[in-house]
């Protein structure tokens, strides 16, 4: 059965022999509505109606766990797909036909709040667990366990917006939950297609950014595919040595052909790319480590005639019992950006909320 919250109108017409695209259209748009399929639609003939309930339903995720910082407006939700072989519970279709079938994988989405009362983004996961084990990230440590299916990262953003009050909506998306996002790109694009397609959620692209650890062929292709949508790509340091240590994927992919990519993916949609450092004690937090990464910002602006914006993460803890890592302290932070912006290259600082509730960067994790 198709997912149909995961199809623009193209897909869906190009799926059901004999709707046209205008009826396609139709539908989505009566789907992120939240309307039942069974519901009869103005210029939709009742024949494409029941052509898209014999192939398509829209599966829904439980809702394991809604859990609200203290400290901050962050929401993190914990999300279990539909088992394999289970019922599938399906939302807004008055379908009675099987769900996907997934396997009862849970998975993190969490909502957050941006300057603007009552606009959100949402902070998406891309894959249960992740392979690429950076040293800085508790998702990281639970190894990949499989990718998401396109509608299971469309559905995170319909959970978060069902639970909006009036008025309020979700602004942007961020791939920055769980997951590399580049290592599951046919997915991700497709769930991008359908958050930017007008008659599905209407999110501008431009507000839609995809996070990589560094994948060059996927960043390329994300600039050939969804040239609209923003590239934040994780340095952790200039330094070879150091970043090999926190980010293991480098021995694979050098910074130098990550950067490369991100450079053409800078010329083909004149979008200049997001670079995230998470200084930490004693590792990539001293002044040599901020000249290094000033340094390396200003021959990638030379080169490829973008500058990068810098943000500066603060590390979250990610164990408990034996945290690997030392968060910088504000006085150490404000060292790390002033020596970046002696060399000239300015910074700002991300805010990293929920940390309260194991929401913040780095923190999400369904290990149990
Ligand atoms: S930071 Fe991103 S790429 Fe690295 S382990 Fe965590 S989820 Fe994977």
Redesign the pocket.
Known sequence: MLALQAKTPEALERAVPGITLSEARKIVAAVHRGEPLGRPLKEVRRSAVEAVRERALVPALEVVSEQASRVDPFVKYALRSPSAGAPGPACGTGSEGPGTPGDGHVFETVRIPLERAGRFSVCVSS?V??????A??????MGLVRNLEAWEIVEQVRVVRAGLGRGARVHGVVF?????PL?NIDRVLEAVGVFCNPSALAIDARAITV???GIPSGIRRLAREAPKVRLAV?ISSARREVRRRL?P?DKKHPLEEVLEAAGEHARITGLAPMWAVTPLTGVNDSTEEARALADLAARFSARHGARPRISVIPYNPIDPNNDPFVRVDEAGEARFRHAMRACGVMTHKRYSGGGDVQAA??Q?STRS
Request: aromatic share 4%; hydrophobic share 40%; charged share 5%.
């Open positions: 894959q667990g992740c392979a690429l084990a950076c800085f990230c508790a998702t990281g440590r920055q939950g769980m997951g590399e290592a996070c990589t650890a994780s980010m994927i960067c780095g999400l």
